[in-house]
T-cell receptor, first 114, second 109 residues
Framework: DAGVIQSPRHEVTEMGQEVTLRCKPISGHDYLFWYRQTMMRGLELLIYFNNNVPIDDSGMPEDRFSAKMPNASFSTLKIQPSEPRDSAVYFC????????????FGPGTRLTVL | KQEVTQIPAALSVPEGENLVLNCSFTDSAIYNLQWFRQDPGKGLTSLLLIQSSQREQTSGRLNASLDKSSGRSTLYIAASQPGDSATYLCAVGVYALNFGKGTSLLVTP
C-alpha cells in the first residue's frame, strides 16, 4: 500500500511568492494533519481535518497560511506571501479513528524561502 | 498546553547495549502515546502506539511503557545495533500530537 504522498519534496522560492504544498493521505484514513518542523521549535501542529472538515487550525501561524481538503484524497497547504521565516520541513500525516488514530507521516516538503 | 520533554537529548552507546529513552508529559488526559523514529533528512516512521488504557507495547527489540499517573513513558531498545542510530521522538495527544524535541541516538560498532 502506498503511504502518505507529499509533493513537491523540495521547494525553493523567493520572499513574497505563493507556495502550495500538496498531500495525498492513505486511502481510508479519516484524519489528516499538517505539521511543521524547525530546529528551534521542533514539530508543531498547524491544522488538522476530520472527514475533510478543518477541526483545529489554532497552530496556523498567520493569515498568510491556509489549508484546504476538497476531498478525502487530497489536501493543500498554501503560504501567500511567503517569508524567509517560513523555511522549514512541512509534514503531512494521516490516521484513522478505527486504529486509535495512529499517525503515519509523509516524507515531508523541505521549503526554503530566500 | 501539553508539554512533552525527552531526556537525554543525545545518547551514544556501543553496539549490543540495552538502552532506555525517556519521555515525560504534563497532561495525563491523553488518547494515546506514539514513538517515532526519524532518520536524517527523512520523514517519521511510527514505531509503537500505546493507547491510554494500555501499559506497554512491544515490537521486536523495542518495548514502550506508559504510566499516565506519573506522566511518563519509556522506550527500551534491546541489543542495540548501528542501524538503530536515529532521532527518536515521543508524541502524545488526543487527536493531534504534541511532540518532544527527540533523543538523538548513536550506536557505535
Amino acid at each position: 500500500d502506498a503511504g502518505v504522498i507529499q509533493s513537491p519534496r523540495h521547494e525553493v522560492t523567493e520572499m513574497g511568492q505563493e507556495v502550495t504544498l500538496r498531500c495525498k493521505p492513505i486511502s481510508g484514513h479519516d484524519y489528516l494533519f499538517w505539521y511543521r518542523q524547525t530546529m528551534m521549535r521542533g514539530l508543531e501542529l498547524l491544522i488538522y481535518f476530520n472527514n475533510n472538515v478543518p477541526i483545529d487550525d489554532s497552530g496556523m501561524p498567520e493569515d498568510r497560511f491556509s489549508a484546504k481538503m476538497p476531498n478525502a484524497s487530497f489536501s493543500t497547504l498554501k503560504i501567500q506571501p511567503s517569508e524567509p521565516r517560513d523555511s522549514a520541513v512541512y509534514f503531512c500525516a494521516s490516521g484513522t479513528s478505527s486504529s486509535y488514530n495512529e499517525q503515519f507521516f509523509g516524507p515531508g516538503t523541505r521549503l526554503t524561502v530566500l | 498546553k501539553q508539554e512533552v520533554t525527552q531526556i537525554p537529548a543525545a545518547l551514544s552507546v556501543p553496539e549490543g547495549e540495552n538502552l532506555v529513552l525517556n519521555c515525560s508529559f504534563t497532561d495525563s488526559a491523553i488518547y494515546n502515546l506514539q514513538w517515532f523514529r526519524q532518520d536524517p533528512g527523512k520523514g517519521l516512521t511510527s514505531l509503537l502506539l500505546i493507547q491510554s488504557s494500555q501499559r506497554e507495547q512491544t515490537s521486536g527489540r523495542l518495548n514502550a511503557s506508559l504510566d499516565k499517573s506519573s506522566g511518563r513513558s519509556t522506550l527500551y531498545i534491546a541489543a542495540s545495533q548501528p542501524g538503530d542510530s536515529a532521532t527518536y521522538l515521543c508524541a502524545v495527544g488526543v487527536y493531534a500530537l504534541n511532540f518532544g524535541k527527540g533523543t538523538s541516538l548513536l550506536v557505535t560498532p
